[in-house]
């Protein structure tokens, strides 16, 4: 999978992308993360991104011509690319769009900046995915966690230690109570199934208790998976 990111701050990336799962993604070439900076598609003195809102306002505005020159770039370079700007605004990121965008070969990551982005050049790049419900100051951060989650579900990206066909339960995001040595830690035991060897009552063990742990932490989650034949 080819990443390409349009940003102010090139010099974030690859940042924490550059470790872990990733970091091994980009290594063996499974994996591509080109950071673009967004002031190389000016062409005035003053490389200029941004300017004041008409109609008056707070803070600046990300102009549409250089991003629009970037993205037209992409988009006639590779007629499959598929352009996202990172913006509170957005559809909200989550597990189903990781898995959505992981099967693109190429994405184009817009990270918004100061106050907002032109809308001429919202509605042409035409897609928004938010991180959640929060405002951060720029998309970068949310840009390094959409290549997070969707890098690791790339074929071949996960070693067999850390293999999706084991997750389950992760799959959602809820584990079952894991443990490791020593059995009794401070008086407190691992429980006996675990212990017991028997793989198919530690299976059914760990199915409850993550299922469990949804309905308790989130019923909302836990309805929708019931509706899908889950909890
Ligand atoms: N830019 C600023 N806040 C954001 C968010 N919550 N998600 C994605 N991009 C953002």
Same mark, same amino acid.
């Given at each position: ?6 940003? $102010?701050? !090139?010099?974030?990336?690859?940042? !924490? ?44 505005? $990300?102009?549409? =011509? #250089?991003?629009? /020159? ?18 509170? *605004? ?5 597990? /189903? ?6 099967? =693109? #070969? ?47 579900? +790339?074929?071949?990206? $996960?070693?067999? *230690? ?19 040595? !020593? ?6 035991? +691992? !429980?006996? +199934? ?8 530690? /299976?059914?063990?760990?199915? /409850? *208790? ?8 989130? #019923? ?6 019931? *509706?899908?034949?889950?909890?």
């Amino acid at each position: 999978m080819r990443v390409d990111v349009l940003t $102010l701050f !090139p010099e974030a990336f690859p940042g !924490p992308l550059g470790i872990g799962v990733v970091g091994r993604a980009i290594e063996r070439g499974l994996l591509s993360v080109t950071a673009h900076d967004l002031r190389g598609y000016t062409h005035d003195r003053h490389r200029q991104v941004d300017d004041i809102p008409f109609g008056g306002g707070p803070g600046m505005v $990300l102009k549409p =011509e #250089p991003l629009l /020159e970037a993205v037209r770039g992409f988009r006639s370079q590779d007629a499959v690319s598929r352009v996202i700007l990172l913006s509170p *605004q957005g559809r909200t990121f989550d597990q /189903e769009v990781a898995r959505e965008l992981a099967a =693109e #070969p190429h994405l184009v990551l817009v990270c918004g900046r100061y106050q907002g982005v032109d809308e001429r050049a919202r509605e042409e790049i035409g897609e928004e995915l938010s991180i959640g419900d929060y405002v951060l100051s720029g998309g970068e951060l949310a840009a390094m966690v959409v290549v997070e989650a969707v890098a690791r579900l +790339v074929p071949g990206t $996960l070693g067999s *230690q850390e293999s999706l066909t084991e997750e389950t339960f992760t799959d959602r995001g809820f584990e079952p109570p894991l443990y490791t040595r !020593p059995a009794v830690f401070e008086g407190r035991e +691992v !429980p006996e +199934v675990l212990r017991s060897g028997n793989h198919a009552a530690i /299976e059914r063990w760990r199915r /409850e *208790q993550s299922d469990e742990r949804m309905r308790r932490r989130r #019923p909302d989650m836990a309805r929708d998976a019931a *509706q899908i034949g889950g909890v």
